[in-house]
């Protein structure tokens, strides 16, 4: 099993960086060989490869976690999540309408088109953080007081942290290639006056997108935590004497702990914190 695996992630990973060559010469040797007459189209040619080589096996990932989603829980629709789910191709769009480019002697291709399937794995890492959302959504109406209620939020807030790394991994590096392709959109021509700014600004719209679609999933994991937290609880009110107290307040703090509700620990912290990443990454390393 572990072998078929490893073929299917070298499978992924080939695929799409065959596909990314395909959209960037549209199967033409001589686009090829116009870019790599070009230090700085090569470089931002090749930086594109080893992007799409990360996709490649973000998809693999994606894919097989999805997977365990939907094979292990039911998804229960809501109001939030719907409406979210709703909003990604509309953000897809509008990405994709900013890529509005001269290319001066490399006109044979589009900054969109080659930046597409970075975005379709983006959007489908956030789809998997609204998957996980919607079969907690279902747990939660099952009122379940059992180990799988507590073993399903262990299992999906970690399926919905994996996904969230894989946004995050995949628009960072992003961000890090727009820098590159600030340098070839003013080398196609000068007229891309616009391409100064594109690092900050990918950094900061990345950044708020992820923020937008993992904020309320981080939310509604918390309040279930929380819900766990006062139900495995033995002394869900706290004793009146000291001892007793003292030892209510040692057991509650180390649940919370475990089930990642305190707010001044890593745990808790860092999948909200990462969604920073693009934009600071953006200001570090943006011109």
Do not use: C
């Not at 990932?61 to 629709?77: C, E, S």
């Not at 088109?113 to 379709?120: H, V």
């Not at 700014?197 to 937008?212: C, Y």
């Not at 999933?217 to 609880?233: E, I, K, P």
């Amino acid at each position: 099993m572990q072998a078929h695996k490893e073929k299917a992630a070298v499978f992924f990973v080939l695929l799409f960086v065959m596909l990314e060559l395909l959209l960037i010469s549209h199967g033409s040797w001589s686009s090829i060989q116009r870019l790599a007459s070009n230090q700085t189209a090569l470089f931002w040619l090749l930086v594109e490869i080893l992007q799409a080589a990360l996709w490649g096996a973000s998809t693999f990932l994606l894919v097989n976690g999805m997977a365990d989603v939907l094979r292990q829980f039911r998804l229960k629709l809501t109001l939030s999540t719907v409406l979210r789910a709703l909003l990604v191709p509309l953000m897809l769009l509008f990405v994709l309408r900013k890529h509005n480019w001269d290319l001066g002697p490399y006109s044979f291709l589009t900054i969109r088109t080659a930046s597409i399937l970075g975005y379709l794995v983006a959007f489908a890492a956030v789809t998997g953080v609204l998957m996980a959302e919607m079969a907690l959504a279902e747990l939660a109406a099952k009122k379940d007081s059992g180990s799988l209620s507590v073993t399903g939020y262990f299992q999906l807030r970690g399926s919905s942290q994996r996904f969230l790394q894989i946004a995050v991994a995949t628009l960072v590096a992003a961000t890090l290639v727009s820098i590159q392709t600030s340098a070839f959109l003013l080398v196609a021509s000068e007229g891309n006056l616009g391409a100064h700014s594109l690092v900050r600004e990918f950094g900061i719209i990345a950044s708020i997108a992820l923020a937008f679609f993992y904020a309320p999933t981080h939310a509604a994991f918390y309040s279930f935590g929380a819900a766990l937290r006062d139900q495995l609880m033995t002394e869900p009110v706290p004793p009146s004497t000291a001892g007793p107290l003292l030892a209510w307040s040692e057991q509650r703090d180390k649940l919370e702990s475990v089930l990642q509700l305190q707010i001044t620990t890593w745990d808790t912290l860092g999948p909200g914190i990462s969604v920073l990443a693009p934009v600071m990454t953006s200001l570090l390393l943006g011109k």
